[in-house]
């Protein structure tokens, strides 16, 4: 790990190989326990090489999505002849690219590069002024303002940054060549929380869940138990991304929020099917999408921030933005200053 330490080129090639010879390996081994047994050292690998960046907690964290969860799973998923890596005839490159970050290839027609143009220009700059205004808050005023406000700044600033980062990753993707599924899809408009998880938020984690959680638990123990036993392991696995972030031991509130949430989505279609049954109209889809969010924000002020702001946490990450706002700050007074040279 000493060679990995802090760099992003050596994690990026180390990852790249591991992802290469699971590529090879699984073209010589049939799906099962041999398989298996051949792609574990991978996983290890991407559940380690977070770790290898120790002065930053925004690395970790990152890095631990795109390797240690949907990584791994996507490893997994292909010792068992499933998922985004077990597509027959997939190219190295588009390989690659599906096995170390957060991206989904689109199947089937489409256009090419249709991911990049839905992406709108006005919601990016939309989205750069919020993530401006948050990071010159952090800067100056975070502490005097209410720790609710801090929380819902920090829920608005994750949803910004990577509803950029993920769409920025896709773009490169079908600047490949690859037709890529967009990751978002406007979660501020959910009309319930089955349409929040399942069909707008972070669409690559749901496309991960789907295949290697709900869909087996489905078959043997019913619907409802896939969707607890889905939700259960995204506050697993959200509790080991906190551990990546902030290198404590698990407090269990990651897990109870989504334990919480996944067992709201249970009853939720409970009662849309006995609203159903009784022929009344359905709800104004603004009162659907306002509880939707009143019951994320709620439940995320309780359970979900308290693990990642405690015991000095908050002020490590807090620092880490201020800086990032200060390089690209210190970036636009060099370019503003820099002289313009006209030629002939």
Not at 127 to 136: D, F, M, N, R, Y
Not at 240 to 250: D, F, G, I, Q
């Amino acid at each position: 790990m000493e060679l990995l330490r802090d760099s992003i080129p050596m994690v990026s090639l180390a990852s790249s190989a591991a992802a290469l010879y699971a590529r090879v390996a699984s073209a010589f081994l049939r799906p099962g326990l041999p398989r298996l047994a051949a792609l574990l050292p991978v996983v290890a690998l991407l559940a380690a090489a977070p770790l290898a960046f120790t002065s930053s907690a925004m690395l970790r964290g990152t890095s631990a999505f795109f390797l240690a969860w949907l990584g791994a799973f996507k490893v997994v998923l292909l010792a068992a002849g499933l998922g985004p890596l077990a597509v027959d005839g997939l190219p190295v490159l588009s390989f690659l690219f599906t096995a170390l970050l957060p991206v989904k290839l689109r199947r089937g027609g489409g256009c090419p590069g249709a991911a990049a143009k839905s992406v709108s220009l006005v919601s990016c700059a939309a989205k750069v002024a919020a993530i401006a205004t948050i990071l010159h808050l952090y800067e100056s005023k975070i502490q005097l303002l209410h720790r609710y406000i801090r929380l819902a700044m920090y829920g608005i600033h994750i949803y910004c940054f990577l509803d950029l980062l993920l769409p920025c990753i896709a773009a490169a993707g079908s600047a490949l060549g690859m037709e890529l599924e967009p990751p978002f899809d406007r979660p501020y408009l959910a009309s319930s929380l089955r349409d929040f998880w399942g069909r707008r938020w972070n669409l690559m984690v749901s496309a991960i869940l789907r295949p290697s959680v709900y869909d087996p638990v489905r078959a043997r123990a019913g619907k409802a138990a896939g969707v607890v036993a889905t939700f259960l392991i995204s506050g697993l696995m959200h509790e080991a991304m906190v551990y990546y972030m902030t290198l404590r031991l698990p407090t269990g509130e990651m897990t109870a929020f989504f334990l919480l949430h996944g067992v709201c989505c249970v009853a939720e279609e409970w009662c849309a099917r006995w609203w159903v049954a009784r022929r009344w109209p359905p709800p104004p889809r603004p009162l659907g999408s306002l509880l939707v969010m009143a019951v994320a924000a709620g439940s995320s002020f309780w359970l979900f921030f308290p693990p990642i702001c405690r015991e000095g946490s908050e002020e490590m990450l807090l620092e880490e933005w201020a800086a990032v706002a200060a390089f690209f700050q210190d970036a636009g007074r060099k370019l503003r200053r820099a002289p313009v040279r006209f030629t002939d």
